[in-house]
């Protein structure tokens, strides 16, 4: 089925653990990025990124690293998780930053 | 940064009134997003703007580039349209609009 793919859909870590949110698409869009969703404060952008090898910071980047190795794939890597960042994370993708976007069903993580 | 103000927050209705979502935002943008979000999380795309009007079904959307305004109607609502809907003026996103239909 086309559209954006995230994995996993819950997880649990312990503070400075590190790890690897997947997001995949496969509508060949050029456009990908990441968010958190915290209640109160709305979808912040994370990273993004505008094609492969091309990535760039958004209002809350830190502690947060991303790469864009292919058109389909555009991990985000916790380095050392703290519980601040306990969120809902949330991928998506579109043709250009300028287009519909396609949202993946989100990450749920919990750092204690 | 783009600052977004969304109006109002928090909105309760009877099924089949008209609704009306605000938008305002400080920096000039080439689009402008309307997504809603359901109660599961599911994120949807509703509309793309960059100048003008655009329908779909009873989802009416409209921006005003000069006045960094846009507005969202629901005609006839539903309690199907229960979700919290977000406006995002560029790469930045208001905290939404939690909209509750009655029936």
């Known amino acids: 089925n086309a559209g954006v793919t995230q994995t996993p859909k819950f997880q649990v870590l312990k503070t400075g653990q590190s790890m690897t949110l997947q997001c995949a698409q496969d509508?060949?869009?050029?456009?990908m990025s990441w968010y958190r969703q915290d209640p109160g404060m709305g979808l912040r952008l994370i990273h993004y990124?505008?094609?492969?090898?091309?990535?760039d910071q958004g209002e809350v980047p830190n502690g947060y690293n991303v790469s864009r190795s292919t058109t389909e794939d555009f991990p985000l890597r916790l380095l050392s998780a703290a519980p601040s960042q306990t969120s809902v994370y949330f991928c998506?993708?579109?043709?250009?930053?300028?287009?519909?976007?396609?949202f993946g069903s989100g990450t749920r993580l919990t750092v204690v | 940064k783009n600052e977004v103000e969304q109006s109002p927050q928090n909105l309760t209705a009877q099924e089949g009134e008209f609704i009306t979502i605000n938008c305002s935002y400080s920096?000039?943008?080439?689009?402008l997003h309307w997504l809603q979000q359901h109660p599961g999380g599911g994120i949807v795309s509703l509309f793309m703007?960059?100048?003008g009007k655009k329908k779909h079904g009873r989802l009416i959307a409209t921006i005003n580039i000069q006045e960094k305004h846009s507005s969202l109607h629901i005609t006839a609502s539903h309690p199907r349209d229960s979700a919290v809907y977000i406006c995002?003026?560029?790469?930045?996103f208001g905290k939404g609009t939690h909209l509750i239909i009655q029936p």
């Open positions: 509508m060949n869009h050029e456009y």
């Open positions: 920096v000039g943008i080439s689009a």
């Open positions: 995002a003026p560029g790469l930045t």
């Open positions: 998506a993708s579109s043709p250009t930053g300028a287009y519909g976007y396609t």
């Open positions: 990124s505008v094609g492969a090898g091309i990535t």
């Open positions: 703007l960059s100048s």
